[in-house]
């Protein structure tokens, strides 16, 4: 899903400070997913077992949570124009 995150987050590149702010959002869980794998994995090595993907899983659903509002503002915004 952070892979996903990386390949959408240059879609909303436009001037508008709502889609600054869901690129950024997708670009930040991103960033927290790598520097998650980089602490898990030197704090455990290679027993880091489920806690790299708790981390994951609750870094996605934070980002996806807060898009999901912010998208809803924007598709809203973009109906209302119509």
Excluded: H, Q
Aim: hydrophobic letters at 55%.
């Amino acid at each position: 899903m952070s892979v996903s995150f990386a390949c959408i987050a240059p879609v909303f590149d436009k001037n508008s400070l709502l889609e600054k702010s869901i690129r950024w959002m997708f670009i930040i869980g991103v960033l927290f997913t790598i520097v998650a794998l980089a602490i898990i994995s030197f704090i455990y090595g290679i027993n880091r077992e489920y806690r790299f993907e708790v981390a994951v899983i609750t870094i996605d659903y934070v980002v996806l949570l807060i898009n999901g509002i912010l998208l809803a503002t924007l598709f809203r915004k973009y109906r209302k124009a119509e």
